[in-house]
């Protein structure tokens, strides 16, 4: 078991090398949750378990230049895709104010914040997930200068620990292709402090699984996360919903080793429906789909039951829609998206995404 308190810095590490100045930069992907994760208790902790898959197209590039300074403080410039963004540095700097505990040397540098996405900035794809992610890789590329000795395992667990204080799902976007978060009695080593890769065998049928995100809506969301999250705080359903999580969970754990594809598409959908149901019964209630989201369901709907081809879709957040299929079926599925999907999207654009790996240093 680890606790929070591991990942303290000066308790852990008191013979820490002096390092005066430096550059990293990281890659971080966005991740899509198949066992959703919706609502949370104190400190970022997750009410229930979740499962994701990492992406590999969608993702935050973000380089941190540190030099050390005389006096303690958190001091910090940001710039997105290489100028000054004001309207970023709020999260950037409860970010570092929430992992302040567990990195105390941050108070010892000004540090340049320098970050792009790789997909479109207003798409509606939420990039706080990649973002924290790359944070987090980046903050602890310092820690492992001032601390060589560090262990990988350390590194990648309190990476993801710091980038779950920055936003829930980033951190699922730190390592593997599968990633579990949030104690789970049948997934080994999971917990509700970090993202773990799943620790078992998952069927081929699975390997390069395909993500299309069909942006549907490419505007700001009327409700944040944030505001969804605490609705879940006297939720009439929000008991049974936290148990069926973590049965679902404990099914889909058991779908990814044995590669069963039927029963693959009816939890997934499931999963997406039932958190857009969270939504809609939530005191205030509220709407995240669109006409257009519902659209192309019932097109997904209609071509698996024509074709047989094992396609199904997931929500995150918002209107846009996840299609997600096996590799195997790429060509068809395309041809179905351009086709006939396309036409519900803003501007007919789409993102061909796929299964990834997480985070990589880059230089
Ligand atoms: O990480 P947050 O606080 O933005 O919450 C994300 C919640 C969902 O995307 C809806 C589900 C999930 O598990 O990613």
Same mark, same amino acid.
Do not use: T, W
């Given at each position: 078991m680890t606790n929070a308190t591991d990942f303290i810095f000066d308790v852990q590490h008191k013979a820490a090398t002096t390092v005066a100045s430096g550059t990293f930069t990281w890659s971080a992907p966005s991740n899509i949750a198949l066992v959703k994760y919706w609502g949370k208790k104190e400190n970022q902790i997750p009410a229930n378990p979740s499962l994701s898959f990492t992406l590999s197209n969608c993702k935050t590039i973000t380089t941190l230049t540190f030099t050390k300074k005389e006096e303690k403080g958190i001091r910090f410039d940001l710039l997105f895709e290489g100028k000054?963004?004001?309207?970023?540095?709020?999260?950037?700097?409860?970010?570092?104010?929430r992992i302040l505990p567990y990195c105390s040397y941050i108070e010892d540098y000004h540090f340049t914040i320098d970050t792009t996405n790789t997909f479109p900035h207003s798409s509606g794809i939420a990039s706080s997930a990649s973002g924290m992610a790359a944070m987090a890789m980046n903050i602890m590329a310092l820690e492992q200068a001032l601390h060589p000795a560090m262990e990988t395992s350390y590194f990648h667990k309190?990476?993801?620990?710091?980038?779950?204080?920055?936003?829930?799902?980033?951190?699922?976007?730190?390592?593997?292709s599968i990633v579990v978060w949030g104690e789970q009695a049948d997934v080994e080593g999971s917990s509700d402090l970090y993202g773990i890769e799943a620790p078992?065998?998952?069927?081929?049928?699975?390997? #390069?699984?395909?993500?299309? /995100?069909?942006?549907?809506?490419?505007g700001e969301k009327q409700v944040s996360s944030t505001v969804g999250h605490d609705l879940m705080h006297n939720h009439p359903f929000a008991a049974e919903r936290f148990k069926q999580a973590h049965q679902n969970l404990s099914a889909l754990k058991q779908i990814l080793q044995t590669g069963d594809l039927t029963r693959f598409i009816a939890l997934v959908e499931s999963e997406a429906l039932t958190l857009h149901a969270m939504m809609m019964t939530s005191m205030p209630y509220f709407i995240l789909m669109k006409p257009n989201t519902l659209q192309i369901i019932e097109k997904i709907w209609a071509f698996r039951a024509k074709t047989a081809i094992p396609i199904c879709f997931t929500l995150d957040a918002g209107a846009n829609v996840h299609v997600l299929f096996p590799e195997s079926v790429k060509a068809e599925v395309l041809e179905f998206i351009r086709a006939d999907l396309s036409v519900f999207c803003q501007n007919e654009?789409?993102?061909?995404?796929?299964?990834? #790996?997480?985070?990589?240093? /880059?230089k």
């Open positions: 000054p963004k004001e309207e970023f540095k709020p999260k950037i700097q409860k970010f570092f104010e309190k990476a993801s620990f710091l980038a779950r204080l920055g936003s829930g799902s980033a951190c699922r976007s730190v390592v593997g078992f065998a998952v069927h081929h049928n699975f390997e #390069n699984y395909q993500d299309v /995100i069909l942006l549907v809506d490419k654009h789409f993102i061909e995404d796929k299964m990834g #790996n997480g985070a990589l240093l /880059i």
